[in-house]
Protein backbone atom coordinates (compact mmCIF):
# COMPACT_ATOMS: atom_id res chain seq x y z
CA UNK A 1 0.00 0.00 0.00
CA UNK A 2 3.22 2.33 0.78
CA UNK A 3 4.20 2.05 -2.94
CA UNK A 4 0.67 2.50 -4.34
CA UNK A 5 0.40 6.27 -2.80
CA UNK A 6 3.40 7.07 -3.20
CA UNK A 7 3.19 6.69 -7.16
CA UNK A 8 -0.70 8.05 -6.64
CA UNK A 9 -1.90 9.40 -3.78
CA UNK A 10 -5.75 8.52 -4.52
CA UNK A 11 -4.80 5.12 -3.76
CA UNK A 12 -5.75 5.72 -0.60
CA UNK A 13 -8.69 5.49 -1.02
CA UNK A 14 -9.10 2.35 -1.90
CA UNK A 15 -7.36 0.67 1.32
CA UNK A 16 -8.88 -1.17 3.72
CA UNK A 17 -9.48 0.95 7.38
CA UNK A 18 -5.90 -0.36 8.78
CA UNK A 19 -3.66 1.29 6.04
CA UNK A 20 -5.71 4.37 6.18
CA UNK A 21 -4.86 4.80 10.05
CA UNK A 22 -1.31 3.93 9.19
CA UNK A 23 0.21 7.68 9.74
CA UNK A 24 3.56 6.98 7.44
CA UNK A 25 1.11 5.38 5.03
CA UNK A 26 -1.42 8.58 5.13
CA UNK A 27 1.45 11.02 4.73
CA UNK A 28 3.30 9.86 2.16
CA UNK A 29 -0.16 10.21 0.11
CA UNK A 30 -1.13 13.82 0.96
CA UNK A 31 2.93 14.42 0.34
CA UNK A 32 1.87 13.32 -3.39
CA UNK A 33 -0.44 16.50 -3.21
CA UNK A 34 2.29 18.84 -1.87
CA UNK A 35 4.52 17.99 -4.34
CA UNK A 36 4.44 20.34 -7.06
CA UNK A 37 6.04 18.08 -10.18
CA UNK A 38 3.63 15.20 -9.50
CA UNK A 39 0.73 17.41 -9.21
CA UNK A 40 1.55 18.89 -12.60
CA UNK A 41 2.32 15.68 -14.16
CA UNK A 42 -1.32 14.71 -12.86
CA UNK A 43 -3.49 17.50 -13.56
CA UNK A 44 -1.71 17.35 -17.13
CA UNK A 45 -3.44 13.86 -17.51
CA UNK A 46 -6.80 14.63 -15.33
CA UNK A 47 -7.58 18.29 -14.96
CA UNK A 48 -9.90 17.25 -12.36
CA UNK A 49 -7.00 16.05 -10.48
CA UNK A 50 -6.52 19.49 -9.28
CA UNK A 51 -9.15 18.50 -6.63
CA UNK A 52 -6.87 16.89 -4.61
CA UNK A 53 -3.82 19.36 -4.45
CA UNK A 54 -2.77 21.23 -1.64
CA UNK A 55 -4.38 24.91 -1.22
CA UNK A 56 -0.95 26.60 -2.40
CA UNK A 57 -1.13 24.53 -5.48
CA UNK A 58 -4.34 25.59 -6.06
CA UNK A 59 -3.18 28.96 -6.06
CA UNK A 60 0.01 27.99 -8.94
CA UNK A 61 -1.05 29.62 -12.18
CA UNK A 62 1.28 27.11 -14.06
CA UNK A 63 -0.76 23.82 -12.50
CA UNK A 64 -4.10 25.60 -12.83
CA UNK A 65 -3.15 26.89 -16.46
CA UNK A 66 -2.56 23.26 -17.20
CA UNK A 67 -5.42 22.20 -15.58
CA UNK A 68 -8.33 23.91 -16.88
CA UNK A 69 -6.90 23.11 -21.04
CA UNK A 70 -7.03 19.54 -20.30
CA UNK A 71 -10.94 20.19 -18.31
CA UNK A 72 -12.04 23.27 -18.22
CA UNK A 73 -14.91 22.78 -15.36
CA UNK A 74 -11.41 22.30 -12.94
CA UNK A 75 -11.68 26.03 -12.98
CA UNK A 76 -13.46 25.44 -9.61
CA UNK A 77 -11.08 23.47 -7.69
CA UNK A 78 -8.70 27.08 -8.42
CA UNK A 79 -8.26 29.74 -5.82
CA UNK A 80 -9.95 33.00 -5.98
CA UNK A 81 -7.09 34.86 -7.51
CA UNK A 82 -6.91 32.32 -10.47
CA UNK A 83 -10.79 32.78 -11.13
CA UNK A 84 -10.18 36.32 -12.19
CA UNK A 85 -7.38 35.22 -14.23
CA UNK A 86 -8.25 36.42 -18.09
CA UNK A 87 -5.79 33.57 -19.51
CA UNK A 88 -6.80 31.02 -17.23
CA UNK A 89 -10.27 31.58 -17.39
CA UNK A 90 -9.98 31.86 -21.47
CA UNK A 91 -8.25 28.65 -21.88
CA UNK A 92 -10.90 27.19 -19.21
CA UNK A 93 -14.05 28.07 -21.66
CA UNK A 94 -12.43 27.09 -24.71
CA UNK A 95 -11.69 23.69 -23.65
CA UNK A 96 -15.91 23.28 -21.32
CA UNK A 97 -18.25 25.76 -21.84
CA UNK A 98 -19.10 25.55 -17.91
CA UNK A 99 -15.95 27.17 -16.87
CA UNK A 100 -17.55 29.96 -17.28
CA UNK A 101 -19.59 29.88 -14.41
CA UNK A 102 -16.66 29.70 -12.15
CA UNK A 103 -15.62 32.45 -13.64
CA UNK A 104 -15.21 36.03 -11.57
CA UNK A 105 -18.17 38.77 -11.73
CA UNK A 106 -16.06 40.47 -13.81
CA UNK A 107 -14.58 37.87 -16.57
CA UNK A 108 -18.79 36.72 -16.49
CA UNK A 109 -18.99 39.98 -18.22
CA UNK A 110 -15.70 39.66 -20.99
CA UNK A 111 -17.09 39.71 -23.98
CA UNK A 112 -14.03 37.83 -25.66
CA UNK A 113 -14.32 34.96 -22.36
CA UNK A 114 -18.46 35.11 -22.82
CA UNK A 115 -18.49 34.25 -26.70
CA UNK A 116 -15.60 31.56 -26.79
CA UNK A 117 -17.94 30.30 -23.77
CA UNK A 118 -21.14 30.38 -25.65
CA UNK A 119 -19.38 29.21 -29.42
CA UNK A 120 -18.25 26.15 -27.41
CA UNK A 121 -22.28 25.55 -25.92
CA UNK A 122 -24.80 27.94 -26.22
CA UNK A 123 -26.40 27.27 -22.67
CA UNK A 124 -23.26 29.13 -21.44
CA UNK A 125 -25.26 31.94 -21.85
CA UNK A 126 -27.02 31.27 -18.79
CA UNK A 127 -23.76 32.73 -16.42
CA UNK A 128 -23.08 35.63 -18.75
CA UNK A 129 -23.70 39.61 -17.04
CA UNK A 130 -27.00 40.81 -17.70
CA UNK A 131 -25.01 43.32 -19.72
CA UNK A 132 -24.18 40.12 -22.33
CA UNK A 133 -27.48 38.92 -22.73
CA UNK A 134 -28.53 41.87 -24.32
CA UNK A 135 -25.24 41.89 -26.43
CA UNK A 136 -26.75 40.49 -30.13
CA UNK A 137 -23.92 39.02 -31.30
CA UNK A 138 -23.76 36.79 -28.43
CA UNK A 139 -27.15 35.67 -27.91
CA UNK A 140 -26.92 34.52 -31.66
CA UNK A 141 -23.97 32.93 -31.27
CA UNK A 142 -25.17 30.86 -28.35
CA UNK A 143 -28.78 30.18 -30.09
CA UNK A 144 -26.71 29.15 -33.07
CA UNK A 145 -25.08 26.72 -31.53
CA UNK A 146 -27.60 25.91 -28.76
CA UNK A 147 -31.53 26.88 -29.81
CA UNK A 148 -33.24 26.66 -26.38
CA UNK A 149 -30.09 29.03 -25.42
CA UNK A 150 -33.01 31.48 -26.07
CA UNK A 151 -34.15 31.07 -22.61
CA UNK A 152 -31.46 33.70 -21.48
CA UNK A 153 -31.56 36.01 -23.79
CA UNK A 154 -32.98 39.72 -22.64
CA UNK A 155 -36.92 40.10 -23.36
CA UNK A 156 -36.21 42.71 -26.38
CA UNK A 157 -33.89 39.42 -28.16
CA UNK A 158 -36.27 37.59 -27.51
CA UNK A 159 -38.75 39.61 -29.75
CA UNK A 160 -35.75 39.39 -32.72
CA UNK A 161 -36.88 38.36 -35.64
CA UNK A 162 -33.18 36.69 -36.81
CA UNK A 163 -32.34 35.56 -33.40
CA UNK A 164 -36.08 33.19 -32.25
CA UNK A 165 -35.35 31.91 -35.86
CA UNK A 166 -32.22 31.12 -35.52
CA UNK A 167 -33.00 29.32 -32.37
CA UNK A 168 -36.09 27.37 -33.47
CA UNK A 169 -34.09 26.34 -36.68
CA UNK A 170 -32.12 24.69 -34.25
CA UNK A 171 -34.13 23.68 -31.78
CA UNK A 172 -37.59 24.01 -32.63
CA UNK A 173 -38.72 23.81 -29.13
CA UNK A 174 -36.94 27.03 -28.50
CA UNK A 175 -40.19 28.59 -29.35
CA UNK A 176 -42.12 28.60 -26.21
CA UNK A 177 -38.95 30.75 -25.00
CA UNK A 178 -39.94 33.73 -27.83
CA UNK A 179 -42.08 36.64 -27.02
CA UNK A 180 -45.26 36.77 -28.64
CA UNK A 181 -44.77 38.33 -31.28
CA UNK A 182 -42.47 35.45 -32.78
CA UNK A 183 -45.03 33.59 -32.05
CA UNK A 184 -47.46 35.30 -34.50
CA UNK A 185 -44.73 34.77 -37.11
CA UNK A 186 -45.48 32.56 -39.66
CA UNK A 187 -42.42 32.23 -40.94
CA UNK A 188 -40.31 31.18 -37.59
CA UNK A 189 -43.49 28.97 -36.45
CA UNK A 190 -42.78 26.85 -39.59
CA UNK A 191 -39.15 26.93 -39.46
CA UNK A 192 -39.71 25.37 -35.81
CA UNK A 193 -42.45 22.57 -36.39
CA UNK A 194 -40.11 21.72 -39.58
CA UNK A 195 -37.38 21.20 -36.59
CA UNK A 196 -40.08 19.59 -34.46
CA UNK A 197 -43.21 19.27 -34.98
CA UNK A 198 -44.30 19.47 -31.29
CA UNK A 199 -43.14 23.14 -31.36
CA UNK A 200 -46.81 23.76 -32.98
CA UNK A 201 -47.76 23.70 -29.09
CA UNK A 202 -46.12 27.57 -28.62
CA UNK A 203 -47.27 28.69 -31.71
CA UNK A 204 -50.39 31.80 -31.62
CA UNK A 205 -54.56 30.72 -32.05
CA UNK A 206 -53.86 31.68 -35.46
CA UNK A 207 -51.29 29.79 -36.53
CA UNK A 208 -52.40 26.53 -34.82
CA UNK A 209 -55.61 27.35 -37.75
CA UNK A 210 -53.06 27.38 -40.34
CA UNK A 211 -53.15 24.54 -42.48
CA UNK A 212 -49.71 24.88 -43.42
CA UNK A 213 -48.06 24.82 -40.71
CA UNK A 214 -50.43 22.21 -39.14
CA UNK A 215 -49.18 19.86 -41.99
CA UNK A 216 -45.96 20.49 -42.13
CA UNK A 217 -46.07 20.11 -37.95
CA UNK A 218 -47.34 16.51 -37.81
CA UNK A 219 -45.20 15.40 -40.81
CA UNK A 220 -42.90 16.29 -38.36
CA UNK A 221 -44.10 14.63 -35.41
CA UNK A 222 -47.78 12.82 -35.43
CA UNK A 223 -48.30 14.01 -31.69
CA UNK A 224 -48.81 18.12 -33.01
CA UNK A 225 -51.89 17.02 -34.03
CA UNK A 226 -53.00 17.79 -30.37
CA UNK A 227 -51.93 20.90 -30.70
CA UNK A 228 -54.04 22.26 -33.79
CA UNK A 229 -56.96 23.68 -34.13
CA UNK A 230 -60.11 21.52 -33.25
CA UNK A 231 -60.90 22.47 -37.53
CA UNK A 232 -57.55 21.00 -38.33
CA UNK A 233 -57.61 17.70 -35.79
CA UNK A 234 -60.88 16.43 -37.49
CA UNK A 235 -59.51 17.20 -41.16
CA UNK A 236 -58.86 13.58 -42.76
CA UNK A 237 -55.79 13.88 -44.59
CA UNK A 238 -54.86 15.63 -41.80
CA UNK A 239 -55.29 12.99 -39.40
CA UNK A 240 -53.64 10.41 -42.65
CA UNK A 241 -50.40 12.60 -42.52
CA UNK A 242 -49.84 12.31 -38.71
CA UNK A 243 -50.34 8.49 -39.13
CA UNK A 244 -48.80 8.23 -42.07
CA UNK A 245 -51.37 6.12 -43.92
CA UNK A 246 -51.23 5.56 -47.15
CA UNK A 247 -53.30 3.27 -48.02
CA UNK A 248 -56.35 5.95 -46.60
CA UNK A 249 -54.84 8.78 -48.42
CA UNK A 250 -54.44 6.85 -51.95
CA UNK A 251 -58.67 6.06 -51.15
CA UNK A 252 -59.56 9.45 -50.36
CA UNK A 253 -57.76 10.37 -53.90
CA UNK A 254 -60.13 7.82 -55.33
CA UNK A 255 -62.99 9.70 -53.96
CA UNK A 256 -61.82 12.84 -54.48
CA UNK A 257 -61.37 11.57 -58.46
CA UNK A 258 -65.04 10.74 -58.28
CA UNK A 259 -66.36 14.35 -57.86
CA UNK A 260 -67.69 16.54 -60.48
CA UNK A 261 -67.37 20.79 -59.38
CA UNK A 262 -69.04 22.43 -61.58
CA UNK A 263 -67.92 25.68 -60.43
CA UNK A 264 -64.42 27.07 -61.40
CA UNK A 265 -63.55 27.90 -57.53
CA UNK A 266 -64.53 24.58 -56.64
CA UNK A 267 -62.79 22.90 -59.25
CA UNK A 268 -59.40 24.79 -58.30
CA UNK A 269 -60.04 23.94 -54.51
CA UNK A 270 -60.49 20.24 -55.78
CA UNK A 271 -57.14 20.99 -57.32
CA UNK A 272 -55.15 22.37 -54.59
CA UNK A 273 -56.41 19.10 -52.53
CA UNK A 274 -54.24 16.87 -55.02
CA UNK A 275 -51.74 18.89 -55.56
CA UNK A 276 -51.52 18.86 -51.46
CA UNK A 277 -51.55 14.88 -51.41
CA UNK A 278 -49.02 14.55 -53.95
CA UNK A 279 -46.56 17.09 -52.02
CA UNK A 280 -46.60 15.56 -48.59
CA UNK A 281 -46.86 12.03 -50.10
CA UNK A 282 -44.51 11.90 -52.98
CA UNK A 283 -45.26 8.05 -53.58
CA UNK A 284 -48.85 8.65 -54.62
CA UNK A 285 -47.74 11.48 -57.18
CA UNK A 286 -49.06 8.97 -59.65
CA UNK A 287 -52.44 8.17 -58.00
CA UNK A 288 -52.76 12.12 -57.62
CA UNK A 289 -52.30 12.72 -61.32
CA UNK A 290 -54.73 10.18 -62.51
CA UNK A 291 -57.13 10.97 -59.56
CA UNK A 292 -57.04 14.79 -61.10
CA UNK A 293 -57.57 13.05 -64.90
CA UNK A 294 -60.61 11.43 -64.38
CA UNK A 295 -62.65 14.47 -62.42
CA UNK A 296 -64.24 16.37 -65.35
CA UNK A 297 -64.56 13.06 -67.90
CA UNK A 298 -63.83 9.53 -66.07
CA UNK A 299 -64.04 8.53 -69.64
CA UNK A 300 -61.39 9.78 -70.57
CA UNK A 301 -58.96 7.86 -72.39
CA UNK A 302 -57.46 10.19 -75.16
CA UNK A 303 -54.55 11.35 -73.24
CA UNK A 304 -55.85 14.57 -72.75
CA UNK A 305 -56.09 16.10 -69.14
CA UNK A 306 -59.21 17.82 -67.31
CA UNK A 307 -58.99 21.46 -66.22
CA UNK A 308 -58.40 20.74 -62.99
CA UNK A 309 -55.91 18.28 -63.94
CA UNK A 310 -53.99 20.97 -65.98
CA UNK A 311 -54.16 23.28 -63.07
CA UNK A 312 -52.67 20.33 -60.65
CA UNK A 313 -50.22 19.43 -63.74
CA UNK A 314 -48.91 22.88 -63.71
CA UNK A 315 -48.55 22.59 -59.95
CA UNK A 316 -46.80 19.40 -60.12
CA UNK A 317 -44.38 20.49 -62.79
CA UNK A 318 -43.39 23.64 -60.47
CA UNK A 319 -43.20 22.02 -57.11
CA UNK A 320 -41.99 18.49 -58.49
CA UNK A 321 -40.02 19.41 -61.13
CA UNK A 322 -41.54 16.49 -63.12
CA UNK A 323 -42.71 16.64 -67.24
Not at 88 to 108: D, M, P, T
Not at 122 to 145: C, H, M, P, T, W
Request: aromatic share 8%; net charge negative.
Amino acid sequence: MLAAVQKDGAALRFASKQPKADCEIVLAAVQNYRDRSFMLAAVQKDGAALRFASKQLKADREIVLAAVQNDGTALVYASKELNVDREVVLAAVQKHWAGLRFASKELKADREIVLAAVQNYGYALEFASEELKVDREIVLAAVQNYGAALWFASEELKADHEIVLAAVQKHGAALRFASKEPKEDREIVLAAVQNDGTALEFASKELKADRGTVLAAVQKHWAALEFASKELTADPFVQALARHDVEFTCEYLKNLGCLRPTEESKLDALADKIVEIAKYFPELEQQAQDASARIEDPCNDNGTYSRVHKASRKEFETDFNCK
